[in-house]
């Protein structure tokens, strides 16, 4: 049981470093963005995370709110 509970902070400890290594060697190096808002693929098909497509759709405005505009 000693050997596996070792064993298992070895490899856990090594997963680690490796996923650790561009962020501690690299100048400026940081972990890669996860949020879909940081994706420049999602980005250019017009694809953001829920908070921006909300915001997005209550400024939308329809043809007759626009009218509604000019004519004041």
Same mark, same amino acid.
């Given at each position: 049981? =000693?050997?596996?509970?070792? +064993?298992?902070?070895?490899?856990? =400890?090594? *997963?680690?470093?490796?996923?650790?290594?561009?962020?501690?060697?690299?100048?400026? &190096?940081?972990?890669? &963005?996860?949020?879909? &808002?940081? @994706?420049?693929?999602?980005?250019?098909? &017009?694809?953001? *995370?829920?908070?921006?497509?909300?915001?997005?759709?209550?400024?939308?405005? @329809?043809?007759?709110?626009? +009218?509604?505009?000019?004519?004041?």
């Amino acid at each position: 049981m =000693l050997t596996t509970l070792l +064993l298992t902070v070895i490899i856990i =400890l090594a *997963c680690t470093v490796l996923l650790s290594v561009k962020v501690l060697l690299k100048k400026g &190096g940081e972990f890669p &963005g996860m949020h879909v &808002g940081s @994706n420049k693929l999602l980005s250019r098909k &017009g694809i953001y *995370c829920a908070r921006t497509q909300h915001r997005e759709a209550l400024a939308h405005k @329809n043809l007759e709110e626009r +009218l509604k505009e000019t004519e004041i």
